[in-house]
């Protein structure tokens, strides 16, 4: 017999609520688009007005809604032996766990939360109002400008998918170079390309404040000693995942 115990995000977890079914469903969407600009068929043209940001951020959202019942609570329901418990688990003792009133006891206890996107402490995040990868999947409304801070696999992901569906995209990277764990060569190529598709990328950057005016949302950091900013509608934190 087992109690399955969840809290927080719904059945699934990161990957079909937040994670690969949604980042992966609106990737395919600025892929065609990207593509439908670059062609060179003749008589073969792509207007970007036709293309409604709304209705991918739903037809995304409709299905990581589908996927959910069908890959994990469907499932879940037919399982015999499981028990479905909703709600935020504390223990009581080693073998004791405690879900509201309810107590349930077990031999073996398995622990699986996983993580959430790290945010920065810096002067002025906290009352920024950022994103994180969750809250950048179910935009309503698409940015004029987005400022990504953190050039690993979520920033580069988001910052190349936004670009290619038409919001101009500042990318904000503390090392040398972006996808700093891979070979150098391949890091240079893909900053290449990612610059090539519009992405305007800082390196060697040191992020310094955050705050809000009549621009927009300003990031302050200094390059190579030297006082910059950026501005944007919506900032975006890729800088990692915390436990």
Known sequence: KTVLINDGLPLGGTCVNVGCVPSKALLHTAQVIHQAEQTNIPGLSFTRKSFSFPKAIQDELDLVQEMREAKYRSVLQKLKFVTHVSGFAIFEDTHTVCVG??????????????????????????????????EALKLKKQPKHLVVIGAGPVGLEFSQMYQRLGTQVTLLQRGARVMSSAEPELSLRLMEILQAEGVKIFTGVEIVEAKKN???????????????????????VAVGKTP
């Open 101 to 134: 009133k309810q107590k349930f006891r077990g031999k073996r206890i398995l622990i699986a939360t996983g993580s959430k996107a790290r945010n920065l402490s810096l002067s002025g995040f906290s009352k920024l109002g950022v994103l994180t990868h969750v």
């Open 214 to 236: 009549k621009e927009g949302k300003v990031i302050l950091f200094t390059q190579h000693g030297k006082k910059q900013k950026v501005k944007g509608d919506q900032v975006l």
